[in-house]
């Protein structure tokens, strides 16, 4: 039986983040991702915000072009609100080379990447992996849980769960250039994007035409949803959309919004990324908090490899950093109850004003990141 100091259960950014940091640091690690391939069934936007793009070394060929203006839409796309930054505030990431590169760095450090195999279950510290040879069992100090929303690895270690989450689907293809600045449209209207936003993000070289909410106030079904708003998405003026089964890229997945669980580690182990519930609850954004508590984590698990002391772990806690999402749960809350055109129509209302462009800038353009390291 092969014996880790690490196993990380799934290969996104948060888990790659993770094993990287901690195989630097001499570490020894193994990472399972239940996909075959790291090309294949992306479910995040890829959209970077600034404080990202500042402190993180991403691969500058794989990102779109900086994108200072976003647009908000009431129901109707009538009477729009643009707001334009000074700074660069987004850039759109190629995720499949940067997955690609992500995973070369970590294996360059020495972790070893097991793809195609899924995470099965524990006794104490052996896990069970599932892969297409069949099942194996490996023994390891702790395990990390970076294996998205609905997190097994959550359940066995008997952490808190996303019990908040709402479902998304996207279309990606690629577009000519147009006249129009890289922009990012919001559109609030529940008949669309029940408790949430439709959006479409064209920054010149790729549209990106996505809608998400709660699964059970979809009146006809997510696809469906998806399709009325790209037939008449703003944003979209002179750019067709491409023929073929391969030329739009289909993604989807659960989105959590209830915040930063507060339970997120046990002296066995601890949970990064999506299963940590370590996404915006207003915006959704998930890649800056998801960068930024893999740090964190790794910090944690190595100070307690170090030392041999698993209490270390304690310092990895969701409850005290909860704190930080305090505003945005509360507008997330706001956003919740607005269920009707009519009402999204009066509470848009209040964006037109100063005071609420001036709340709009501060959550589109602000400064904070979560959760920083120190």
């Not at 972790?111 to 195609?116: A, E, H």
């Not at 970076?146 to 990606?172: F, P």
């Not at 066995?268 to 508590?293: E, M, Q």
């Not at 129509?345 to 990141?369: C, E, K, N, Q, W």
């Amino acid at each position: 039986m092969d014996t880790h100091d690490v196993l990380v259960v799934g290969a996104g950014l948060a888990g790659l983040q993770t094993a990287t940091l901690l195989a630097r640091q001499g570490h020894d690690v193994l990472l399972a991702e239940r996909r075959p391939s790291l090309t294949g069934a992306i479910r995040t936007t890829g959209i970077f915000v600034r404080r990202t793009l500042d402190d993180f070394p991403l691969p500058v060929e794989c990102l779109g072009p900086p994108i200072r203006r976003v647009v908000l839409y009431p129901p109707g796309l009538r009477g729009p609100v643009a707001l334009v930054s000074e700074r660069d505030e987004y850039r759109v990431g190629d995720m499949a080379p940067i997955y690609g590169r992500a995973a070369a760095a970590a294996a360059d450090a020495g972790v070893r990447i097991l793809l195609g195999t899924r995470y099965a279950g524990r006794q104490g510290q052996i896990y069970t992996l599932v892969g297409r040879g069949g099942p194996t069992r490996v023994r390891a100090r702790f395990v990390v849980g970076a294996d998205g929303a609905r997190s097994r690895v959550a359940r066995d270690l008997d952490l808190d769960r996303n019990r908040h989450l709402l479902i998304g689907a996207e279309e990606v293809y690629e577009i000519k250039r147009g006249e129009e600045p890289p922009t990012f449209h919001c559109v609030l209207d529940p008949s669309l994007a029940p408790g949430y936003l439709a959006w479409v993000v064209n920054d010149g070289r790729h549209a990106h035409v996505g809608t998400a909410g709660y699964a059970n106030r979809f009146p006809e079904g997510l696809r469906r949803a998806l399709e009325r708003f790209a037939s008449s998405a703003p944003g979209l003026d002179g750019v067709e959309r491409p023929d073929g089964p391969d030329a739009v890229e289909r993604r989807g997945g659960p989105i959590p919004v209830g915040g930063l669980l507060r339970r997120i580690s046990c002296a066995d182990g601890l949970l990064v990324g999506d299963a940590a519930g370590a996404v915006s609850p207003l915006t959704a954004g998930g890649l800056d908090p998801c960068l930024r508590l893999s740090e964190l984590a790794a910090a944690v698990l190595h100070e307690s490899l170090r030392s041999g002391r698993k209490e270390a772990l304690t310092h990895f806690d969701g409850a005290a950093l909860r704190s930080r999402f305090r505003g945005r749960l509360a507008m997330r809350w706001g956003l919740d109850k607005v269920r009707t055109p009519a009402l999204a129509d009066a509470a848009f209302g209040l964006l037109r004003t100063p005071p609420g462009r001036a709340a709009a800038r501060r959550i589109l353009f602000g400064d904070r990141s979560f959760p920083g390291t120190t």
